[in-house]
T-cell receptor, first 115, second 111 residues
Framework: GAGVSQTPSNKVTEKGKYVELRCDPI?????LYWYRQSLGQGPEFLIY????????DSGLPNDRFFAVRPEGSVSTLKIQRTERGDSAVYLC?????????????FGPGTRLTVT | LAKTTQPISMDSYEGQEVNITCSHN???????ITWYQQFPSQGPRFIIQ???TKVTNEVASLFIPADRKSSTLSLPRVSLSDTAVYYC????????????FGQGTELSVKP
């Protein structure tokens, strides 16, 4: 079956602009996660959804970052007033349910570059 | 969450067995040990998970001593395509939630 998909694959934006990154999880997976990864580092947790609600948003760095999952499937990560330090690969993952969260299926990521 | 320590990089040759050891001295009773693999320009991929003793699947084996303060991921007869970053993670995932990644071990397999 189809894996986790993310769009766009690459996004270049100017400092101060607003961006939206989209994630389509595996069908039937109730849990969805966002991470970001800087060069040479492991992925860093941002936010976790169980269904439509954010179960843990402790990793969002500040209030410029926001994520939604209105129907419990597709999720959008929104970044306002982008800064050069936001440049990274943003990864989305899903798992079948919370109990299976050790086995998360990752998408290929969106590479965000803020100029 | 328990902190993990693993080598930053390792080199190997095709056909050899590779063992990557991870230390996690502060592992809690409910914590499991999970390993992920990441190829360049891809998201991480789950390899194996264990709680104690030995776990084996079609990809790798995971050895966990009785005190559970360390674990060893064993990759049999590696090939060039096993060149990747390998992450050791420790946590209690039964209630759901985030994965905490460290820096990982960059494995380079040479011909």
């Amino acid at each position: 079956g189809a894996g986790v998909s993310q769009t766009p694959s690459n996004k270049v934006t100017e400092k101060g602009k607003y961006v939206e990154l989209r994630c389509d999880p595996i069908s039937g997976h109730t849990a969805l996660y966002w991470y970001r990864q800087s060069l040479g580092q492991g992925p860093e947790f941002l936010i976790y959804f169980q269904g439509t609600g954010a179960a843990d948003d402790s990793g969002l760095p500040n209030d410029r970052f926001f994520a939604v999952r209105p129907e419990g499937s597709v999720s959008t990560l929104k970044i306002q007033r982008t800064e050069r330090g936001d440049s990274a690969v943003y990864l989305c993952a899903s798992s079948l349910d919370p109990v299976s969260s050790y086995e998360q299926y990752f998408g290929p990521g969106t590479r965000l570059t803020v100029t | 969450l328990a902190k993990t320590t693993q080598p930053i990089s390792m080199d190997s040759y095709e056909g050899q067995e590779v063992n990557i050891t991870c230390s996690h001295n502060n592992i809690a009773t409910n914590d499991y040990i999970t390993w992920y693999q990441q190829f360049p320009s891809q998201g991480p991929r789950f390899i194996i998970q264990g709680y104690k003793t030995k776990v084996t699947n079609e990809v790798a084996s995971l050895f966990i001593p009785a005190d559970r303060k360390s674990s060893t991921l064993s990759l049999p007869r590696v090939s060039l395509s096993d060149t990747a970053v390998y992450y050791c993670l420790v946590g209690d995932y039964n209630q759901g939630g985030k994965l905490i990644f460290g820096q990982g071990t960059e494995l380079s397999v040479k011909p």
